[in-house]
């Protein structure tokens, strides 16, 4: 907003009447935000760092799902414990 007012300053003296604001040169049609916001999730997995951080993510939360579905299992039925955490 700062830079649009500034422009708009700008062109008003002689002289100076090409001054674009960088949000006046970008495209703000409804057309063209769609595709910003739809290319953009691609384009973020393209750069080589965001790619190995999103696996990074992956196999954490997969590990960390898997440490969470075992407890029933080592609890219930290898200790023989119920859900309340008194033996049966």
């Known amino acids: 907003m700062i830079f649009l007012c500034k422009a708009r300053r700008l062109r008003k003296i002689p002289g100076k009447e090409s001054v674009k604001a960088p949000v006046e040169a970008s495209d703000r049609s409804l057309g063209g935000i ?10 973020l997995l393209i750069d080589l760092i965001s790619f190995f951080v999103a696996i990074y993510y992956a196999v954490v939360y997969t590990l960390l ?13 290898k200790r023989d414990w119920n859900a309340r955490g008194t033996r049966a």
């Open 34 to 43: 769609f595709k910003v916001a739809s290319t953009r999730p691609s384009r």
């Open 65 to 77: 799902n898997m440490l969470f579905s075992i407890y029933p299992i080592v609890f219930q039925q």
